[in-house]
């Protein structure tokens, strides 16, 4: 029988809410992903983890987002713009 994988319990997964910034405007404002995601020098991290966490949690963050701005928001979301509409 194949060993299962165990999750690193010292390294957690980013969850929808750390990402919430940097999928508003590419750079992570208040450190929540530190740690957790490689950033550049400018807080921005990977592109391609920022659009794999896109597709993990851009239905989440888009509700998010618009439940915070309900009656639309004066900009279009980073993440929205860059990567298009989750999937």
């Known amino acids: 029988m194949p060993v299962r994988k165990r999750r690193n319990r010292r390294r957690p ?3 929808a809410d750390e990402w919430f910034c940097v999928f508003e ?3 992570d404002l ?3 992903l530190a ?3 490689e ?3 400018y807080g921005r991290p ?3 983890a920022a659009r794999a966490a896109w597709r993990l949690f851009g239905d989440a963050f888009l509700a998010d987002f618009n439940a915070r701005y309900p009656r639309g928001a004066h900009f279009t979301p980073w993440a929205l713009l860059e990567f298009g ?3």
């Open 13 to 15: 997964e980013a969850s």
């Open 25 to 27: 405007s590419e750079f």
């Open 30 to 32: 208040f450190g929540d």
């Open 35 to 37: 740690g957790l995601v």
């Open 39 to 41: 950033m550049d020098e």
């Open 46 to 48: 990977d592109r391609e």
């Open 85 to 87: 509409t989750p999937r």
